[in-house]
């Protein structure tokens, strides 16, 4: 079993940024593919961002695509999401997760952390 354990998350205003972390507890990273996933008020889970267990892919929802750049340092044992310009409607909870395969959906994440809240004032 794998516990994620994210960090970062805050209030921020509209334009600023953040960067989130995320890392598991108790095993090494290195193995596992990581996506961030974000849900809204009232609204379904939604896919953010992947990064191979290498770190050489990543992918973007296009909505965040040249604001928002997923990272990872193996040897630190954590992910990271940097996020730029953010915006109100971005308003979220912001969750890691990781697991064997890499996609951009659900199903390749075996592992899920408790989330991090991550507010844009206006």
């Known amino acids: 079993q794998v516990q994620l354990i994210e960090s970062g998350g805050g209030l921020v205003q509209a334009g600023g940024s953040l960067r989130l972390s995320c890392a598991p507890s108790?095993?090494?990273?290195?193995?596992?593919?990581v996506a961030w996933f974000r849900q809204a008020p009232g609204k379904e889970r939604e896919f953010v961002a992947a990064i191979t267990p290498s770190g050489l892919t990543t992918s973007y929802a296009d909505s965040v695509k040249g604001r928002f750049t997923i990272s990872r340092d193996n040897a630190k044992n954590t992910v990271y999401l940097q996020m730029n310009g953010l915006k109100p409607e971005e308003t979220a909870v912001y969750y890691c997760a990781a697991g064997p395969r890499y996609g951009t959906t659900f199903t390749p994440y075996d592992y899920w952390g408790q989330g991090t809240q991550v507010t844009v004032s206006s």
């Open positions: 108790g095993r090494t990273f290195g193995i596992y593919a």
